[in-house]
Each structure stands twice: as structure tokens, then as C-alpha cells.
């Protein structure tokens, strides 16, 4: 078995907040609106520090690993099994980091090149990184 370090860039901000529970924050100071200092900002996307972010990114992980055909190991939802012909994998995450395991090269790179299609915000969202 191989194993391989994966960092999604910016992840909680690659999650769109949910239409029927929009968001609003007040604008950073300095740009606030000077002719309408009460205008607030809503966001389209969740960003780091907002107490719904990282549950959503949860979420979206998830979904990313459930659409793969991972299934879930724990009750904490954050070890992931894949198993088939071609190969196996277990997925380990912690909010955006994952530690993958897997015996077969071409299963985590069609996983990785997976991922990436599901993360389209950025042009390059996710980092691998060998471990010995």
C-alpha cells in the first residue's frame, strides 16, 4: 500500500451556501458602502471563520466521497472505503486534509482527477503530497 497526503485549497470557500439559507455579513472596515454605511454583503460561497462553513464543507466532502463510491467506515464520517477490481483505498479526513492509503497508482489518481472535477472554483483545488 501507498500512502499520499491531500490538501483541498481553500475548501470551505469552494462550498456555495445553501439558496433557501442565504448569508449576510457586514463589509470588512475601510470598505464599507460610504453612501449606505448599512449595506451588508451577501455571499455566495461560505468563508473561513463563519460557524456553518466547515459543517457544509462536511457535507460537500462527503457527498464528493459518497459519488466516488467510497462508503462510510465510522460514525464520524471521516474514515472512507473503496474497494473494486481495480483497487482499494481508505480516505482518513480531517476538515480539509486526507491521508489516502491505496494499492493501486491508477484508482488515486482517477480519485484525485475526481475530485478536482468536483471542486471547480479553482483552477488546481487539491495538493498531493507523498509520505514515507
Not at 108 to 113: G, I, L, N
Amino acid at each position: 500500500w501507498k500512502l499520499k497526503q491531500m490538501d483541498v485549497k481553500s475548501a470551505f470557500t469552494q462550498v456555495p451556501v445553501d439558496e433557501g439559507e442565504p448569508i449576510f455579513i457586514r463589509p470588512l472596515k475601510g470598505l464599507e458602502n460610504k453612501d449606505d454605511p448599512n449595506k451588508v454583503i451577501q455571499l455566495v460561497n461560505h468563508l473561513y471563520g463563519h460557524p456553518l462553513a466547515k459543517a457544509a464543507w462536511a457535507r460537500r466532502w462527503r457527498e464528493i466521497m459518497l459519488e466516488f463510491g467510497f462508503e462510510i467506515v465510522d460514525r464520524d464520517e471521516c474514515i472512507f472505503r473503496f474497494k473494486s477490481a481495480e483497487g482499494e483505498m481508505v480516505v482518513a479526513t480531517v476538515v480539509d486534509d486526507s491521508v489516502c492509503a491505496f494499492d493501486c497508482d491508477e484508482l488515486f489518481e482517477r480519485f484525485v482527477r475526481f475530485v478536482k472535477s468536483r471542486l471547480p472554483i479553482m483552477e488546481n483545488p487539491v495538493t498531493v503530497t507523498e509520505l514515507t
